[in-house]
């Protein structure tokens, strides 16, 4: 079995500070990890993902995450925060093997403050 | 516009009757999800195919459920004699190869009265 958590339903940040969005997982094997952000009424937008290779991993709109494999966390960080930022971000993982069914976090709402 | 394009993106419908629900996956992209979100929650998989062969299905898809991609190109999902609890966003993605992301569609938001 494949779980995501995210241990924070919600995150304020100050607008230009840095932003952290946690996330661990739990998955038979190697995982496949990736993070996705919901804006009101669009789909899920692809962020960045872990596959193999360097730790830290960079993607769309200044976005970083870093897979820490012995601590099993895949957290999403951004070293200066926009007000354009806030939305609803979920992590996903799935194994390296086997089905590709991608098993999602219950997500975490993230809101800049100006 | 090339991504992945859902129809209808709403559907209301009485309780006990049946609906379907379209996705065009991206060109060329030979595997194609669909997931299911309820408010508050993250998308919860409900079936994968790769080429026109369904290779999962969760338990999510009762018997009521059923999805088809008949030539390997779009999908159709379709729920007979609907209820209540299937009142959800039904999102669909599709991706190039199975270490790629899943590139996802706007979704079809079902109410049932």
């Known amino acids: 079995a494949q779980s995501v958590a995210q241990p924070e339903d919600q995150v304020n940040v100050a607008e230009g500070n840095p932003l952290t969005v946690k996330c661990t997982y739990s998955?038979?094997?190697?995982?496949?990890l990736f993070w996705y952000v919901q804006y009101p009424n669009r789909g899920l937008q692809f962020l960045l993902k872990y596959i193999t290779g360097d730790n830290l991993v960079k993607g769309s709109y200044g976005f970083e995450a870093e897979f820490n494999k012995s601590q099993t966390s895949f957290h999403l960080k951004k070293p200066s925060a926009l007000v354009s930022d806030s939305a609803l971000y979920f992590c996903a993982v799935r194994a390296d093997f086997g089905n590709e069914k991608l098993t999602f976090g219950t997500g975490t709402r993230l809101t800049i403050i100006p | 516009d090339t991504g992945v394009s859902q129809d209808p993106r709403h559907k209301i419908t009485k309780r006990g009757q049946n609906v379907t629900f379209r996705c065009d996956p991206i060109?060329?992209?030979?595997?194609l999800y669909w997931y299911r979100q309820t408010l508050g929650q993250g998308p919860e998989f409900l079936t994968y195919f790769q080429n026109e062969a369904q290779l999962e299905k969760s338990r999510l898809l009762s018997d009521r459920f059923s999805a088809e991609r008949p030539k390997g190109s779009f999908s159709t999902l379709e729920i007979q004699r609907t209820e209540q609890g299937d009142s959800a966003m039904y999102l669909c993605a599709s991706s190039s190869s199975s270490y790629n992301e899943q590139f996802f569609g706007p979704g079809t938001r079902l109410t049932v009265l």
């Open positions: 998955v038979s094997g190697n995982p496949y």
């Open positions: 060109s060329e992209h030979n595997r």
